[in-house]
């Protein structure tokens, strides 16, 4: 079993539209929890990180339920620069050791 | 502004060359990272450092190794590459302790190997 994991997609969705994204991780021990986001041939880069309150940042929305073991990204009133890939990264409170998920893409269409 | 930068964007060689990716930060970052990107597969980690002259295995060393002779430079080096070893090449760096962990990303060397 991997020890991030999400559903690759694509999701693909109007302009608009809420879409939301869920992730497993196997690990109990995991301490902080990110989303990044990363545009086509591009590098990733943080787009937040994941408390454990649940935050909010504009249009996007994250939660995380460490019972079960999963986070979320909810994305509000997709736009067209939404399109992207979404990656899940949790980080085992390891020196610095952290766990990508593979990404969930998602394409917003006009 | 944070900055990562990858000594090459693509990268042809042939199979049971010696290959060098130098990655440079500009942040004075204690950790450096490797990743290899594969479609379906994520990044995954090939190796990491915390401090000069100090490296730490990920989860696919084999076939690699890495230096680090200067804080702001990470060398990943392919022995002998193989096809196999065709990926996308991601370095990171991240300043150490406080709780923050954000990564900070080059621009990937795309490497095939023919």
């Known amino acids: 079993r991997k020890e991030v994991e999400q559903d690759p997609g694509p999701f693909n969705v109007p302009e608009g539209a809420t879409v939301a994204f869920n992730c497993t991780y196997s690990?109990?021990?995991?301490?902080?929890f990110f989303w990044y986001r990363q545009d086509c041939r591009k590098e990733p880069k943080l787009l937040m990180s994941?408390?454990?309150s649940g935050n909010e940042d504009g249009r996007f929305t994250a939660q995380l339920n460490r019972a079960s073991q999963y986070i979320s990204l909810l994305i509000r009133d997709s736009k067209l620069s939404d399109s992207a890939t979404y990656l899940c990264?949790?980080?085992?409170?390891?020196?610095?050791?952290?766990?990508f998920g593979a990404g969930t893409r998602l394409t917003v269409k006009p | 502004d944070v900055k990562v930068t990858q000594s090459s964007r693509y990268l042809v060689k042939r199979t049971g060359e010696k290959v060098f990716l130098e990655c440079v930060q500009d942040?004075?970052?204690?950790?450096m990272f490797w990743y290899r990107q594969d479609p379906g597969l994520g990044l995954r980690l090939i190796y990491f450092s915390y401090d000069v002259k100090m490296k730490e295995k990920g989860d696919i060393p084999e076939g690699y190794s890495v230096s680090r002779e200067k804080k702001e430079r990470f060398s990943l080096i392919l022995e002998s590459a193989s096809t196999n070893q065709t990926s996308m090449y991601l370095c990171?760096?991240?300043?150490?302790?406080?709780?923050?962990?954000?990564?900070?990303f080059g621009p990937g060397t795309r490497l095939t190997v023919t």
């Open positions: 990264v949790v980080n085992s409170w390891n020196n610095n050791d952290m766990r």
């Open positions: 690990n109990s021990a995991s301490q902080s």
């Open positions: 942040m004075d970052h204690e950790n």
């Open positions: 990171a760096s991240s300043p150490s302790g406080g709780g923050s962990y954000e990564q900070y």
């Open positions: 994941v408390y454990s």
